[in-house]
């Protein structure tokens, strides 16, 4: 018999983890994408991101989901994209890369990020900020070092990265719910 997740350390991302068009928050917008690099500065291939955020008019409840189901085999089609419900889920490819596509979020300048990694024992939550907030009471208590490591990087117009350390050096800031 093989092992069940319960009897071995994940993590484990079966069944529609991620899903098709898990990275489709909403349709065109911004595009947010980066790597996740673990303590040794490897790319981490088989990470699972999770993202909320709030609408570009500030509401964080969005629209309830938006997955599509095959008609016939009754398995998950992926996302239509139509609607924005404030949430996704991605995994890194062979390289740590990752990618989102979304809009900019109205009155809070950041995206919530939750890190499923293989050697987590919980996974670790984090934010992308899209801008640099001064009055974001978490940006405005972290010393310059720390805190760069929450913006991302603008390349082009409409076109993020943001980069998740999982330690060392440059490592980003994660946030306690505790």
Same mark, same amino acid.
């Given at each position: 018999?093989?092992?069940?997740?319960?009897?071995?350390?994940?993590? %484990?991302?079966?069944?529609?983890?991620?899903?098709?068009?898990?990275?489709?928050?909403?349709?065109?917008?911004?595009?947010?994408?980066?790597?996740?690099?673990?303590?040794?500065?490897?790319?981490?291939?088989?990470?699972?991101?999770?993202?909320?955020?709030?609408?570009?008019?500030?509401?964080?409840?969005?629209?309830?989901?938006?997955? #599509?189901?095959?008609?016939?085999?009754?398995?998950?089609?992926?996302?239509?994209?139509?609607?924005?419900?404030?949430?996704?889920?991605?995994?890194?490819?062979?390289?740590?890369?990752?990618?989102? #596509?979304?809009?900019?979020?109205?009155?809070?300048?950041?995206?919530?990020?939750?890190?499923?990694?293989?050697?987590?024992?919980?996974?670790?939550?984090?934010?992308?900020?899209?801008?640099?907030?001064?009055?974001?009471?978490?940006?405005?208590?972290?010393?310059?070092?720390?805190?760069?490591?929450?913006?991302?990087?603008?390349?082009?117009?409409?076109?993020?990265? %943001?980069?998740?350390?999982?330690?060392?050096?440059?490592?980003?800031?994660?946030?306690?719910?505790?």
């Amino acid at each position: 018999m093989r092992p069940t997740p319960s009897q071995t350390v994940g993590p %484990f991302y079966g069944y529609a983890l991620p899903f098709p068009g898990g990275g489709e928050l909403a349709e065109g917008g911004l595009v947010v994408h980066g790597q996740v690099w673990d303590g040794a500065g490897q790319p981490v291939p088989d990470a699972l991101l999770e993202f909320w955020q709030a609408g570009p008019d500030g509401d964080l409840r969005g629209a309830p989901g938006s997955l #599509r189901h095959d008609p016939g085999t009754g398995e998950i089609a992926g996302r239509h994209s139509l609607v924005f419900t404030g949430f996704g889920r991605v995994s890194t490819d062979a390289d740590g890369h990752w990618m989102i #596509r979304t809009v900019m979020p109205g009155s809070r300048a950041y995206v919530s990020v939750c890190v499923f990694a293989r050697g987590l024992g919980h996974h670790l939550f984090t934010r992308i900020y899209l801008r640099d907030d001064p009055g974001d009471p978490l940006l405005g208590r972290l010393p310059p070092a720390r805190r760069a490591t929450l913006l991302a990087a603008g390349e082009s117009v409409g076109v993020y990265r %943001f980069d998740v350390r999982l330690q060392g050096e440059g490592e980003t800031v994660f946030l306690d719910f505790g």
